[in-house]
Every structure is written in structure tokens, then in C-alpha cells.
């Protein structure tokens, strides 16, 4: 008897069980949109010898989908508990989209539940503190950058005393990028092996590397010692001058992918105007020829309100060193259109919030983003830091525009990508990467 009992007490608790939840049950097939699953359940026990007692019903199962912890607070306001806050004070962005790369090839990004764009620079927010302290390890090992930690408490458990913080690290780049006309405090050019002061900035790794383009001297400024006694540049790309190669005579000396030449040039604006030249030195011998457009800076006649400048000028030593020309990087004249590149960058989601950009943002983002794809055709060092893919579904189109434009395009000496050091887009093959 007592047997029986628990037999229909069990029967009992069944049939409560009209409508079952299955969490993210995406493996079973259901009708589309109904989500419900009906089963029949026949129970069946042997009660006594020889009686069987038995019951069938319908179960309804309803799926669910549910979210991770994880996932719930990253699509969450105000769950973070840690940011990164990356600024540079610099008119353009050339450093961060190469930033940006090395964050795209390493990965360093991932981790973040929410990337947002912001005035001078971008924030990243991380639901740990490890995970933000992971990425500024990443900063410190990929661009000159000086970290300040702050914290704020949020909340405090008055029984066990337990507090929760909010932690935000403010990261500032330092305000020297790739190709700016510098003036360094006299100071300091001496402490780094007296180095010309009025210098050029070729590259921007851990530290900023210059070059002094009259003797192909180069130095390097490690982030510490520059923050020690900080400086801002002369000049950036935006103020950069077209001149033209009337004659240059390589002088032997070398650097590296540096040679030591002397060059006379004249504005590409006085063409046909005046008979105006300047003779200067260029680290440029090895790409330089007569009849060649190449971009400097021309320092005569130009008024720089910087007080490393007005020292300079004062200075007994290093005033009569003064360039009238300093060259940076030759001019390729481009007239076929950028979208006949067969390979392409990858670039990062990140949240625009308030700063939606106006159409003449738009064009001057568009145009910063155009003069850092050339920095890495011309650029075979750039190139190799970053991963470069192939824009697979232009590629015929490119080579079809190519075949058309090559003899009147008048750009056959831009430099060009091979092919084989580009990548696959995995994403747009349609196959996904399984870590």
C-alpha cells in the first residue's frame, strides 16, 4: 500500500509539469518562431505483482535564451569596473589608427565590454581591473605613454566592511608623432649624445626616434626622460611644403635605409613664378632624384612661437646650424583612386556616444585615415608591425582598373604591396576563427 502511495505522489508532481524552461537549448529543432517543444511522457510502474499502473501526458518545453554574467553587464550601463582613458593632444589621428592596429593584430582589445570614442582620444571599459591592468602592460610595451591610476569608491558594506571601487587609468601618448619638425631643449640634445636640436621625427616605437638629416645622427628620447623635460613640435605633416629635386649628389655616408646627400630644391609653388632655390642636406639620398616631388618644411622666412625654437636662434652654437630646408619623405604623385587598393585594414568597433561627426569631421577623419594608408604603402618597417589583408572582393576590380589606367595614370612609381605578404579575411570567406 504504501508503495502505491508514493507511486501516485510522484504521478501527481508530473502533471504539475505542464510548461519545462531549456536555457539556450539552440540544438533542437523547432517550429520557426514557436520555440515550444511538446512531448508525450508515458509513466509506467508495476505496483503490485502482476498490476501495472500507467499514465500519459503532454509536456511542454519552452525555449529560453539567457545571457552569461559576463555578457549581461557588458550590454549593461555603468557595470565597469575599470577604464583606460588614451589621449594624445595632436590635430590629427595617425597615431592612434596605428594603435589601433597594433591592438587589431595583438588582440589587446578584447577583453573590453565597450570601446567609445571621445574628444582627443578614446576610452576603453573592462569588467576588471586585471584586464585594464593587462592593457595598459600592452601601452607601455607599444608607444611612448605616461599612465596616472585613480580610484573612486562606489559602495561599502558597513557589516563586513567589504568596499567596491571603480579604478580608471588615464593614459596620455606624448605629443610628438611620425614625420614633425622638432626643437629640442638644449639640454636635453646634449644629454643624448649633443644631438642638432632642430631634428626630424622618423619613427615612434617605445620611445621617439629622431634623426638629424645634415649627418644622419639619430637619437633616441626614452618616454621618461621626455616627460622630464617635455617639448611639442615645431611642425606636422599639415604644414608640410611640395618642393622639387633640381640636382642631388649622394655624399656616401649611410644609416641604415638612411643616405647622406646634397640636394637643391625649389618650391613647387615658384615653378615658373621665380628663381627662388634653397640648398640643404637630406637623409633622403637613396630615393631622391633629379625631377622627383618631395615634402619638407621650409623653416626661412616661417615665425615659430616655441621658446626650444627662440633658444636656438639665441644660441651662439647651433644658430648659424639652422636649415633653411629640412626634406622628410618623397612626394608620389597619385591619381588613381583609393579604392583600387587590393588590400585593406581592419578596423575596430567602437562606440561614437555623443561625438556623431560632423560632415567636415567626417572629410578631415577620411582624410587622416587616407595619408595613414599611404604612411604604409611607403613605409616597409610600418608595414611589418601591422596585419594587412586582402580585399578579396575588389581584387578584380583593382586589377581590372589597373590594366586600364597604368599608362596614363602617372603613379606607376607608388610603391606597391606584394600580394603574398598579404593576409586571408577569414571573415569574409565566411569562415569563423575557433580559439
Not at 165 to 172: D, I, Q, R
Not at 303 to 327: C, G, K, R
Not at 357 to 363: C, G, N, T
Request: charged fraction near 30%; charge should be neutral; glycine fraction near 4%.
Amino acid at each position: 500500500m504504501q508503495r502505491l502511495e508514493l507511486l501516485a505522489l510522484c504521478l501527481r508532481k508530473l502533471r504539475g509539469l505542464s510548461k519545462v524552461r531549456i536555457i539556450d537549448a539552440s540544438f533542437l529543432w523547432t517550429e520557426p518562431h514557436s520555440r515550444r517543444i511538446k512531448v508525450k511522457i508515458t509513466v509506467q510502474q508495476e505496483a503490485f505483482e502482476g498490476a501495472i499502473i500507467q499514465q500519459t501526458f503532454e509536456v511542454e518545453f519552452v525555449v529560453a535564451s539567457q545571457q552569461c554574467p559576463d555578457c549581461a553587464k557588458s550590454y549593461t550601463a555603468n557595470v565597469w569596473r575599470a577604464s583606460v582613458q588614451v589621449r594624445q593632444k595632436v590635430p590629427h589621428k595617425r597615431t592612434f589608427l596605428h594603435l589601433e592596429q597594433l591592438m587589431l593584430k595583438h588582440g589587446a582589445h578584447k577583453e573590453a565590454i565597450n570601446i567609445k570614442e571621445v574628444h582627443d582620444g578614446i576610452d576603453f571599459f573592462f569588467s576588471q581591473r586585471n584586464h585594464a591592468e593587462k592593457f595598459v602592460d600592452f601601452l607601455n610595451s607599444s608607444v611612448p605613454v605616461r599612465v596616472k591610476k585613480s580610484q573612486e569608491l562606489i559602495s561599502m558594506d558597513i557589516h563586513t566592511s567589504k568596499k567596491s571601487y571603480k579604478f580608471t587609468y588615464s593614459a596620455e601618448l606624448v605629443p610628438i608623432c611620425r614625420d614633425d619638425l622638432v626643437a629640442l631643449p638644449l639640454k636635453l640634445a646634449k644629454s643624448i649624445g649633443n644631438m642638432s636640436p632642430i631634428s626630424l621625427c622618423y619613427r615612434v616605437g617605445t620611445s621617439i626616434n629622431l634623426i638629424d638629416p645634415n649627418n644622419l645622427q639619430t637619437a633616441d628620447v626614452p618616454t621618461a626622460i621626455y616627460w622630464r623635460a617635455p617639448f611639442t613640435n615645431l611642425a606636422d605633416v599639415k604644414e608640410l611644403v611640395e618642393f622639387i629635386v633640381l640636382d642631388i649628389e649622394p655624399l656616401g655616408p649611410s644609416n641604415g635605409r638612411f643616405t647622406l646627400a646634397e640636394c637643391t630644391v625649389a618650391r613647387a609653388s615658384d615653378l615658373g613664378v621665380n628663381d627662388k632655390t634653397y640648398f640643404c642636406r637630406t637623409h633622403l639620398g637613396s630615393v631622391l632624384h633629379a625631377g622627383d616631388s618631395v615634402m619638407g618644411y621650409q623653416l626661412t622666412g616661417t615665425n615659430f612661437n616655441n621658446a626650444q625654437f627662440d633658444d636656438i636662434e639665441n644660441s651662439s652654437t647651433y644658430s648659424s646650424q639652422i636649415p633653411d630646408v629640412l626634406l622628410v619623405k618623397k612626394h608620389y604623385a597619385r591619381k588613381r583612386k583609393p579604392k583600387s587598393r587590393s588590400w585593406k585594414l581592419k578596423r575596430m568597433n567602437k562606440d561614437e556616444g555623443d561625438l556623431l561627426p560632423k560632415k567636415a569631421d567626417q572629410a578631415r577623419m577620411d582624410a587622416d585615415y587616407e595619408m595613414f594608408l599611404r604612411d604604409v604603402e611607403e613605409d616597409p618597417e610600418l608595414r611589418q608591425t601591422l596585419a594587412l589583408y586582402k580585399a578579396q572582393q575588389r581584387q578584380k576590380q583593382a586589377d581590372e582598373m589597373s590594366m586600364v589606367t597604368t599608362e596614363d595614370s602617372g603613379d606607376d612609381e607608388v610603391p606597391r604591396i606584394d600580394v603574398e605578404d598579404l593576409l586571408e579575411d577569414m571573415e569574409e570567406m565566411n569562415i569563423n576563427e575557433q580559439i
